[in-house]
């Protein structure tokens, strides 16, 4: 065989992930929130962008004709720029991680067509006019600021700091009753040592003897017994029973705010004594420690009841981050009898070129201006295509989950359907990772509540009687209505609830039925059971 070399042509197809295809991918995982964010963030540094508001009375979302008369728009405004989607290379069709065609028929919203306004040009007349209203503008509003009662007074600096006491914490709501408590400087430095040492259920967990390594420094003279006395103190501060060194004294501290009725002094005899009998619910033997007769075991449960609605975790009262809320991405309704998604259309704000940053392209001579416009309406292309293509992509995907869980909008989650990321990967022609990005952290606003659409995606049980399937959520739907229409004195363990569900053609082990138990944060059979 002759060695040498050989210079031969071969033809190879591959993927080239190119820095629109990235931006797109990354636009399709993002949040509402996080995608209003990236928005206003290429708002701001690109000129060519701004906001659309010609129809403010209807969606801010455009549908997909207006998606893609908006693109064909953009690759036609400037035979110099080359949208991303016309790469013979690449595309977000044709990737793997947003494999898809767009010839359906698949309509996020229904409204007029979006047309771009017209932008009045004003003269330097006009100019100077608006800018003299903006500063009357802004001193009108300066004026009522002050004028509005935004001046500090003492009622309602105390209200601001009632009402925001709880919205930074645990240990900030101590230290707001703590400044208002008086005490001296070697008492105040102990309380604050004390509200250091207190985790997020409320309990202390540093000893008195490590408060007091921390205060001598400044006090050599403090003792044991004033550490004593001021952990007494914020332990009375709200919530009631904070910085207990363990249960029983948080449960004792809080039942000394009830008085001396026969009912409390009973329950702070079990607190006291008997605390683990009534952990394990063990109501027989309680009654015979008591001396309480079978004739009298109401005295038992009225004690009972008043321990069970003291707070085991006292730091849980206050919140300890600021809620959070979701804004739906896409919301249900029926139409026709058949449950429909729709975007929301007021969860992501509707772009567009500016048309008078367009018009400068044909009359820049500057080489270095000419070539900063071409990158920044370029850059104005792609973003506007990958918004796009992310709402079309989000409903094709939200369209399809809902065709699939109709019986669930219906009739509840007992109806939910095993649906898989592969299910809508095959009907909507997307690959799995792209079905992935696009419901995580994506909402859904029905009837019966909001929920994240990978809510709807859930494993499958076999049926006995019956060859269809069963969803775990309904698995789950079922479980809970089971334990909610218990004999509470008698309540099912996990067998028994396995029997019920093979009564009814439903093959789960009892281990199946524990983690499905335990997933919606319901306590084993012994500690359901009540007197």
């Not at 408060?211 to 044991?224: D, G, H, M, R, S």
């Not at 332990?235 to 009725?261: T, Y």
Request: charged content about 25%.
């Amino acid at each position: 065989m002759k060695a040498g070399l050989n210079l031969n042509q071969v033809n190879v197809q591959t993927l080239t992930m190119t820095p629109q295809l990235q931006q797109a991918i990354r636009l399709l995982q993002l949040s509402t929130i996080e995608l209003q964010h990236e928005i206003q963030e290429n708002l701001d540094k690109n000129p060519f962008l701004e906001m659309d508001e010609s129809d403010n009375d209807n969606s801010n979302i455009a549908s997909l004709d207006e998606i893609r008369e908006q693109e064909y728009r953009l690759e036609n405004s400037n035979d110099d720029i080359t949208p991303f989607n016309n790469d013979p290379t690449v595309s977000l069709d044709n990737a793997p991680y947003a494999e898809g065609s767009r010839d359906n028929e698949y309509s996020p919203l229904k409204g007029d067509d979006s047309s771009d306004s017209s932008i009045a040009r004003d003269d330097s007349d006009s100019v100077s006019d608006n800018s003299q209203s903006d500063v009357d503008f802004w001193q009108e509003s300066y004026n009522a600021g002050v004028s509005s009662g935004r001046t500090r007074n003492t009622d309602s600096d105390d209200l601001e700091d009632f009402q925001g006491a709880t919205a930074y914490g645990l240990a900030e709501h101590l230290n707001w009753q703590l400044n208002l408590t008086p005490m001296n400087d070697m008492d105040h430095l102990i309380a604050e040592a004390i509200i250091d040492g207190i985790n997020e259920s409320g309990y202390l967990t540093e000893s008195l003897d490590d408060i007091l390594l921390a205060v001598k420094p400044e006090f050599p003279e403090v003792t044991i017994d004033d550490a004593e006395r001021v952990l007494c103190i914020v332990q009375h501060f709200d919530p009631v029973g904070i910085a207990s060194r363990n249960l029983q004294e948080s449960l004792l501290i809080q039942l000394n705010q009830f008085g001396d009725d026969d009912n409390v002094v009973l329950a702070r005899k079990i607190v006291s004594d008997y605390l683990e009998l009534l952990g394990r619910k063990d109501f027989r033997t309680l009654a015979k420690n008591l001396e309480i007769k079978e004739k009298n075991s109401y005295l038992l449960k009225e004690a009972i009841d008043i321990i069970t609605k003291l707070e085991p975790r006292p730091g849980n009262c206050i919140p300890q981050e600021k809620s959070e809320y979701v804004i739906p991405d896409v919301s249900v309704h029926k139409k026709d009898g058949v449950w429909i998604a729709e975007l929301n259309p007021n969860s992501i704000p509707k772009i567009r070129l500016n048309e008078t940053y367009c018009q400068l392209c044909s009359n820049v001579k500057n080489p270095k201006e000419s070539q900063y416009i071409r990158n920044h309406m370029q850059e104005a292309h792609s973003f506007i295509q990958s918004v796009n293509k992310r709402n079309e992509t989000l409903y094709r995907v939200a369209s399809c989950i809902v065709l699939h869980q109709q019986d669930f909008f219906e009739r509840g989650e007992q109806f939910m359907k095993p649906l898989v990321l592969n299910d809508i990967a095959v009907e909507t022609n997307l690959h799995e990772s792209t079905i992935s990005r696009v419901t995580t952290e994506k909402y859904i606003h029905t009837p019966r509540g909001t929920f994240e659409l990978k809510y709807f995606f859930s494993s499958h049980v076999n049926s006995t009687d019956r060859c269809d399937e069963i969803s775990s959520t309904a698995i789950r739907a079922k479980i809970k209505k089971l334990i909610s229409e218990e004999n509470q004195k008698k309540p099912l363990s996990d067998s028994q609830l396995s029997k019920i569900l093979e009564e009814e053609g439903i093959q789960v082990a009892r281990r199946t039925v524990a983690k499905y138990r335990e997933s919606l944060n319901i306590p084993p059979s012994s500690q359901r059971k009540t007197m």
